[in-house]
């Protein structure tokens, strides 16, 4: 087998802490890339120290980069009810232009992220918050203007081709031939149906665009962001009770896009995580493997070293341990509705209670009716 080797990375966002020395030279090698997430720009953010310290060439803002929209209370009776079958105003609201400006000015004035931007060069995508309304798909009217102010928010050149392209998809490719790097950004909002109607997430204009990016010039590394999950096991736990936003919930549109990955990067080799949790201490190994599953590389090391040390660290806790990623369609039964199942049975089991307890009083009341009687 040859020495190099083309690994597609797929990125499932979900929710990780906020996190790039400039790779503004195309064919500079990069060796070290860092992801982030869910930045509230009004809250504290530490993390980015150690984002610098980890000193990677490149930054990817997976979405929610900053909270643009805003809460009401969580009210389920009174004037204004924002829970509950009743509710009569949504929970979510969008913010001005001027006010969503403001934040993301607020998010990039902030200390460690300047540093960081000095050093790295700064991509990314958006999730629901910063697209500007939480959950939001196609229909929401504020999304030109929120465009143009993350795209401002993340340096895009004036007369860069997202400025006037429906979406924010992008893509990036970093080093020199034979160490190529290509990192694929998708847009999860511009174009997305309504979440109960099965449609699109990407939109035709998207997945023509996807399409010619994965069949185009190749890379070693490809690596796609998406700011929801693809492989959305654990979310779908939830369900029937409340539904986590994922690619789940537009099952063709998951197929095809699995489709598309099978048919344009065949290579012949893929990542694994396996964790062994019998080890003293646990250990953690990374390895690709070939079509015929043996291990082309890995690297193995104790899990203890991706934990904090000294009065930082977190206590045990015992994990579940899953040897490949599964589909949340491939979980047991009583996997995927334990939730549900513990909910309702409490449910069933306090009516219960209540019927017998009610049952009791009026057995009792009625003895005590008779005895009154009889008396």
């Not at 990314?124 to 999304?143: I, P, Q, R, V």
């Not at 062994?276 to 646990?282: G, S, T, V, Y």
């Amino acid at each position: 087998m040859a020495a190099t080797f083309r690994l597609l990375i797929l990125l499932l966002i979900v929710v990780v802490p906020p996190f790039v020395r400039a790779a503004r030279d195309a064919d500079a090698v990069v060796s070290r890339i860092a992801f982030g997430s869910c930045a509230n720009q009004s809250a504290p953010q530490p993390i980015w120290d150690a984002v610098v310290a980890f000193d990677p060439q490149v930054f990817v803002w997976l979405g929610d980069n900053v909270y643009g929209d805003n809460k009401r209370p969580f009210r389920v009776f009174g004037k204004e009810r924002t829970v509950g079958p009743w509710k009569n105003v949504p929970r979510f609201y969008p913010s001005t232009e001027q006010e969503l400006r403001r934040r993301y000015q607020l998010a990039k004035a902030k200390p460690g992220y300047a540093s960081l931007r000095e050093r790295a060069q700064v991509i990314g995508t958006w999730d629901d918050h910063d697209y500007g309304l939480n959950d939001a798909g196609k229909e929401f009217s504020g999304k030109v203007f929120t465009q143009r102010l993350l795209l401002d928010f993340l340096d895009e050149a004036e007369d860069s081709k997202r400025r006037k392209q429906a979406g924010v998809y992008t893509s990036h490719m970093f080093g020199p031939e034979g160490k190529r790097v290509k990192v694929i950004l998708l847009d999860t909002r511009y174009h997305r149906d309504p979440l109960l109607s099965d449609g699109t997430i990407l939109g035709d204009p998207q997945w023509q665009w996807l399409e010619r990016e994965l069949h185009g010039p190749q890379s070693e590394i490809t690596v796609i962001g998406s700011s929801i999950q693809v492989l959305s096991n654990l979310s779908a736990t939830t369900g029937p009770l409340f539904y986590v936003e994922s690619w789940a919930r537009f099952p063709r549109e998951r197929e095809r896009l699995f489709r598309l990955i099978e048919s344009s990067k065949c290579q012949p080799n893929f990542g694994a995580i396996e964790i062994d949790w019998n080890a003293l201490p646990p250990r953690i190994k990374l390895e690709l493997r070939d079509v015929e599953g043996r291990s082309v590389h890995s690297v193995e090391f104790p899990i203890s070293e991706l934990q904090p040390s000294g009065a930082l660290a977190m206590k045990k806790q015992e994990h579940a341990f899953q040897r490949h990623c599964t589909l949340e369609t491939e979980l047991p039964w009583l996997t995927q509705y334990w939730l549900a199942l513990l909910f309702f049975g409490t449910i069933a089991v306090f009516i219960i209670a209540v019927v017998l307890l009610a049952i009791t009083c009026l057995s009792s009341i009625l003895t005590c009716s008779k005895k009154t009687k009889k008396e």
